[in-house]
Nanobody
Framework: VQLQASGGGLVQAGESLRLSCTAS????????MGWFRQAPGKEREFVAR????????YYADSVKGRFTLSRDNAKNTVYLQMNSLRSEDTAVYYC?????????????????????WGQGTQVTVSS
């Protein structure tokens, strides 16, 4: 599986961006997709992830209410709509895929739960 992320850029605080991640292969619909990010000098952190076993989407507290994860299976693409961006959202954003057997709920916020990673796309928010 290859994941290709795009849509990053430079925006001002309060503005919006939509990230896209397109996956190769014909089994995209079977993956649970999500996003992580890594800011300079910080560890990679969980942002959002859809869990097919219960139909819920999980978000980091820091982005809840501002970011929305969605997917279009016909296009093999997952999106991260980011609104009301803040300077602390500045990071490289990575799309991730978890394949069956899926990670248990208590593990989904950890990088080790994911089998595939995209190359990352830079988001910079100026204040």
């Amino acid at each position: 599986v290859q994941l290709q992320a795009s849509g990053g850029g430079l925006v001002q605080a309060g503005e919006s961006l939509r990230l896209s991640c397109t996956a190769s292969g014909s089994t995209f619909g079977r993956y649970d997709m999500g996003w992580f990010r890594q800011a300079p000098g910080k560890e990679r952190e969980f942002v959002a992830r859809f869990k097919s076993s219960n139909g819920h989407t999980y978000y980091a507290d820091s982005v809840k209410g501002r970011f929305t994860l969605s997917r279009d299976n016909a296009k093999n693409t997952v999106y991260l709509q980011m609104n009301s961006l803040r300077s602390e959202d500045t990071a490289v954003y990575y799309c991730v895929a978890d394949t069956p057997p899926f990670a248990i709920l208590s593990s989904i916020r950890y990088a080790r739960a994911y089998d595939y990673w995209g190359q990352g796309t830079q988001v910079t928010v100026s204040s």
